[in-house]
């Protein structure tokens, strides 16, 4: 009897296993947008000359100076970001705080990553803050990092 049992537990529990894996297999992959994409609504942009954080310039700077630094915050969730487009001049230094929203998020929490720098993994209500300078556009993709499944959705950097 103790033998069927066994058997039994562990036939369950390589059917959840294969189950499992099978499952995350499965899913379809989030497609990033095109490089440069302002497609989309007007909901979530904000621009160089919009409301972020401002930075000071260095006292006796002139027009013709390299631009300023620019300080953004963007508040994600498992589904959806309060802001999806950043749109900064070349060469200016980018500072974007990320946040997991504590009551949306999965416990495992988000990890946004791109093709410059990525945040690593932000617990639910947690924030973290990244800094780069803009040379290019590009997007963020944000992930559970405990199982690499992409989020619907993406933040985009643009450069013009």
């Known amino acids: 009897m103790h033998m069927k049992t066994s058997l039994i537990w562990f036939l369950v529990v390589v059917v959840l296993v294969v189950g499992g894996i099978w499952y995350a297999m499965s899913r379809p992959a989030a497609v990033a947008p095109a490089e440069n994409s302002g497609a989309g609504t007007e909901t979530g942009t904000q621009s160089a000359g919009a409301s972020e954080n401002p930075s000071t310039a260095p006292s006796g700077s002139s027009a013709s100076a390299a631009p300023t630094a620019r300080s953004f915050t963007v508040n994600g969730n498992d589904e959806t970001a309060d802001l999806k487009i950043i749109t900064v001049p070349a060469g200016t230094q980018v500072s974007i705080t990320f946040g997991a929203d504590a009551g949306s998020t999965y416990h495992g929490g988000l990890d946004f ?29 944000p992930y559970w990092p405990a199982t690499n499944i992409a989020k619907p959705y993406t933040i985009d950097v643009v450069v013009p």
């Open 113 to 141: 990553r791109s093709s410059v720098v990525s945040t690593g993994t932000i617990a639910p209500g947690s924030t973290k803050t990244i800094t780069f300078t803009a040379t290019k556009s590009f997007s963020f993709t």
